[in-house]
């Protein structure tokens, strides 16, 4: 993997993610994306009664990179973990670290509310101008919209995590459960297919395929995967 070698850097499961988003009295309209580690929430008003006792849980999805102990180029290795940890973007710090509470603000903001400055001084140069009631009618509906328009991105689009929704998203942190990767996948899948094919052929029997898979999956269990 890049200079370090083969095996100097592995990766165990995959997965994107939303994390804390913009202001919002329900679900957060704004979401940030991480290409290191994530998680895949549903939405915090109403998780699902996952949990074995019948808790209320949010499914999710991790990256985990850790260093091949018997790489010959640790240090690089390690060195390269720690760039990435340094560099990881606001939103993700706070999705992944208690200790990171500092509102992240939309790095747009200034550009994006001088543009609805802009369309709002037009739209009412233009309604001072128009010369019929039609016109006028027109142009004050328009400069009504433009003036929503900016009230609303002040309060959903000022920030990608203020502080109500950093405090919301640390409410309902607790209840995230990463989910195991059971092996069924990537590299696996093709031991699995050919269960799933003997069965689906009659060459099997159903307790036979489900002893077949349970006899894979034991395995791998015992060998940590």
């Not at 804390?20 to 009295?25: H, I």
């Not at 985990?64 to 640790?74: I, L």
């Not at 200034?110 to 010369?131: H, N, R």
């Not at 039609?134 to 002040?154: G, H, P």
Request: a negative charge; glycine letters at 8%; charged letters at 20%.
């Amino acid at each position: 993997m890049g200079p370090w070698g083969p095996g100097a850097l592995l990766v165990q499961q995959t997965g994107h993610a939303g994390l804390v988003g913009a202001d919002s009295a329900s679900f957060p309209p704004a979401w940030g994306r991480g290409s290191f580690a994530s998680l895949c929430l549903l939405s915090p008003s109403n998780p699902l009664p996952l949990g074995f006792d019948g808790s209320r849980q949010l499914s999710a999805q991790m990256t985990v990179a850790f260093v091949n102990p018997f790489s010959q180029h640790r240090e690089e290795a390690v060195a390269f973990l720690e760039a990435v940890a340094r560099e990881m973007e606001p939103l993700l710090k706070i999705q992944l670290c208690p200790e990171e509470n500092e509102p992240v603000k939309n790095p747009s903001y200034d550009t994006m509310l001088a543009a609805y400055d802009q369309m709002i001084a037009d739209a009412q140069a233009q309604l001072d101008a128009a010369e019929t009631e039609a016109e006028k009618q027109a142009y004050a509906v328009i400069l009504a919209e433009y003036e929503k328009m900016r009230e609303d991105f002040l309060r959903y689009g000022a920030w990608q995590a203020s502080e109500e929704s950093i405090a919301r998203y640390r409410a309902f942190a607790p209840q995230i459960i990463v989910i195991r990767n059971l092996g069924m996948g990537g590299d696996n899948a093709s031991a699995f297919y050919e269960l799933q094919n003997q069965f689906t052929q009659g060459l099997i029997t159903a307790d036979e395929f489900i002893e077949g898979v349970d006899g894979k999956l034991q395995m791998m269990m015992l060998e940590g995967m």
